[in-house]
């Protein structure tokens, strides 16, 4: 069994829902290597998290973004604000959606589903570069 993990850095991007497949399976190239195995996405901040989801409409990231933050408005009696409205709000989010996803490896690639994709969601309207973990294991 081989191991392989790395980091990299996403570029800063605006609030929403991102979709990051590639620029995971890209960074990660020994994922081709791999007959059997499982891919573990983590990322290192708690305002921001990852999550599976369609990747075909983009209308999905819209609807996703506008429900997430019904769940969590920054209207809301926080007593975190220190670090400005939309902060609090994005740690609720990172803990709904959660810190990381592991994705099946079959024959080579990611065993998504036709339809399914790594998404970035961004809670922060100012956001920075993101960092992620990748750790793969498999043979």
Known sequence: MSWYQRT????????????????????????????????HVFIKHTSASLTL????????????????????????????????PDDMPAHVKSSLLGASVTVPVTNGSLALGTWQGIYLAEHRNYANPRQLVLTLQGE
Do not use: C
Request: net charge negative; glycine share 4%; aromatic share 4%.
């Open 8 to 39: 990299i850095t996403l570029e800063a991007r605006r609030r929403g829902f991102h979709l990051i497949t590639r620029d995971v399976v890209s960074a990660m190239p020994e994922i081709a290597d791999l007959s059997i195995g499982q891919l």
């Open 53 to 84: 989801n369609e990747n075909a409409d983009p209308d999905v990231q819209v609807d996703l973004e506008s429900s997430i933050n019904a769940i969590a408005p920054e209207n809301f009696p926080y007593i975190h604000t220190m670090e400005g």
